[in-house]
C-alpha cells in the first residue's frame, strides 16, 4: 500500500489533518504488513470524518 501523505501534516491532538493518522502511525507506517496498514487506514477515515477534514488523499 502506498504512503497515504499528502504533504499537509497539520495536527489537531497529534492526529494528522491531512491523512488522519496519528503521529505514531507515520512513524510506524513502512513497518506495518499491509493488513495494519489497511486497518490503520480505516481508523484514520473515520478520523478524518469526526473531525471534519476538508483535506483530500491523493489517489
Known sequence: MKDPC???CKFSDSICL???RS???IKAWK?????EQRMVMAEADMRLISL???ARRKR
Open 23 to 25: 503521529k505514531a502511525e
Open 52 to 54: 471534519g477534514s476538508k
Open 6 to 8: 499528502i504533504s499537509v
Open 18 to 20: 491531512g491523512c488522519g
Open 31 to 35: 513497518k506495518l504488513d499491509n493488513a
